[in-house]
């Protein structure tokens, strides 16, 4: 790894922490600053996407979000973000299919679940809604124990 690049992770973890603690603007600005480093960091580009989200910046959040899918198009929360950014723009449609693809790499990730019940729930499609909230209650009980 050279040193850009781990020097993009350590200050991509920085704004993790900063994001976690509620400092938004701070967070951002050190994965802008993880990218200008390293721009293929997929991590730094899904993480400043989700915080954009937790903004209103949701047309910037998708393409943050889908940027770090083209990166590592097997990145299971970045999909998850992404199709819960759709679902708040009211792209219920390729908020399903975002969320479906999470599940599809990723069949015990349980929040992926959880936000397509809330996409069913828009749609109106009860049963499905149903099926992924026992899905969703179902791995998040096995994984207490």
Known sequence: MS???QEAVDIC????????????????????EAISLDPNCS???CNRGSVLSMQGEFKKAI?????????QPKYVRAYNNRGFVY???GEFDKAVADLTE???????????YFNRALV?????NLEKAA???????????NNKG
């Open 3 to 5: 040193e850009a690049v």
């Open 13 to 32: 973890r920085r704004g993790t922490i900063h994001w976690i603690r509620g400092n938004l603007d701070r967070a951002i600005s050190l994965f802008d």
């Open 43 to 45: 991590r730094a580009y």
């Open 63 to 71: 393409t943050d979000l889908s940027k770090a899918i083209r990166l």
């Open 87 to 89: 679902q708040k723009l």
């Open 102 to 112: 999470a599940i599809r790499l990723e069949p015990n990730y349980a929040e992926a």
């Open 120 to 124: 069913y729930d828009h749609q109106h």
């Open 131 to 141: 099926l992924d909230r026992a899905k969703y209650n179902e791995l998040k009980t």
